[in-house]
């Protein structure tokens, strides 16, 4: 019979070996499967990331027989790998979602819609950061949110009782911060109510600001602006930039995605003024708004969003006096300069002629129609579906939202992905991917140090 210390080490081989296997299961599924292809290159950065996080830990394992060191050392290795199995817990529950036929395609064309909008700026700030575009999921929140910069989310990295305790608030938020790829959570409901997606767009504006480290630029523009009420701006400024850039990114169809998202009774909205927390009042946001689209080309988007607005709240709120500063704050905003560029630099949104086509056949079921727009921003189909949702077309067909979805997948199918883009093949892949897997691999070791500070 095996002495204890034998099972012991045998135990901790096979809790090792088990996220090896499950890791490759991840990338042959990617590699091979059509519809996950995108995710191949996500895959292997994190890959390379828990495999060297482990290194130390598997070293000793099979360097190890003495009896005295397996007990003494066995409970410090096998937290060490749950640590790795918890941070891999927080992504591998949204690959699995992947496989659902209910919800697959619809993630698919919402990651197509959260890298269209986080690409530019990684492209502009971080040519050549290790970070992937977000990935998309679903949850039981009331709204979209970006996990990276939530620090009041369930957290979903565990350590046993014996390791650290439960890592909250900003120590969650650090280790998140150490991962190539940032979270995007969205209501489960809307995977049947596609124009509520777009709201990805502001949680993408927060991941910029974070990961390119805007703040102080934001706050050096608002500043400069020599605002009425600059305090209360100030603290509003992650909220209102998130805003801003959802704008930026998806035009109109973000001001009315947000509008339906704010609605609530008049009474509320013709008496809501605090210039306190994290969020201007409703009022306040879509005036802000309407600004940044006058200043972006959209006159006359921003006027019937204006009319229908005021239609049922009125142009009189609480924040009337407030409200004056919102032409200066969008000006502030838009020109920044972040790192040397104006925010319409980094991102935007050209108007697009075709698009009333595009909300006629989608919303007719005219699917040849629609096919023949081909590669197509994704940015845009989604638009097609906020059009859709304010105006439908006469006697619309109830599945015009997953002809858009189907659209969306026609360019993104069977396609490897590097950092959002569409790469040609899996050499080539192999390529682009050889530096970002070994930064990954040289990360593991600052993350490492990350756990084992936050443990004590």
Sequence with gaps: MRATHERRLAELRAKLNSLRAELDAWRDLTDKRPELKRHHSQIRLLDAMLTALLAPVRKAVDATTAAASVLERGTAWENDILAA???????????????????????????????????PALKR?????????????????????????????????????????????????????????PLVSLPWYQAFHLPGAI???????????????????????????????????????????????????????????????LVTSVDTVAQERSLEGTHPPRALRVELLLNVLDKCGYSADAARLRASWQATYSANNAMSDVAQDCEEVAKAVLNGPYRGA?????????????????????????????????????????????????????????????????????RGTDQYRNRGEPVANRAQLDVELATREAQATAEAEDLRSLLASLST
């Design 85 to 119: 199995h918890s941070i891999w817990e927080v992504f591998r529950s949204k690959y699995v979602l992947r496989q659902n036929e209910t919800f697959r395609d619809y993630l698919a064309a919402c990651d197509d819609l959260a890298w269209a909008c986080y690409s």
């Design 125 to 181: 700030f971080a040519p050549n950061a290790l970070k992937e575009p977000p990935l998309v999921y679903l949850s039981a929140t009331w709204s979209p949110f970006a996990q990276s910069r939530d620090t009041n989310f369930q957290n979903e990295v565990r350590r046993s009782t014996d390791g650290m305790k439960d890592l909250r608030g900003d120590a969650f938020e650090k280790v998140l911060r150490k991962l190539p790829i």
């Design 199 to 261: 709201i990805i767009a502001h949680e993408v504006g927060h991941l910029v600001e974070r990961d390119f480290a805007l703040r102080a630029d934001l706050s050096a523009a608002l500043d400069r602006a020599q605002l009425d009420y600059g305090d209360a701006w100030n603290s509003w400024a992650p909220e209102i930039f998130a805003d801003v850039y959802g704008t930026l990114a998806m035009g109109p169809a973000f001001v009315g995605a947000l509008i339906d998202l």
């Design 342 to 410: 104006k925010l319409m630099d980094v991102i935007s949104l050209t108007p697009n002629k075709t698009l009333p086509k595009l909300r006629l056949f989608s919303g007719q079921g005219q699917t040849a129609e629609l096919q023949a727009y081909g590669d197509i921003d994704p940015r845009y189909l989604f638009t097609v579906a906020q059009m859709l949702h304010e105006d439908p077309v006469p006697q619309q067909k109830p599945d015009a939202f997953k002809l858009l979805v189907a659209q969306a997948l026609r």
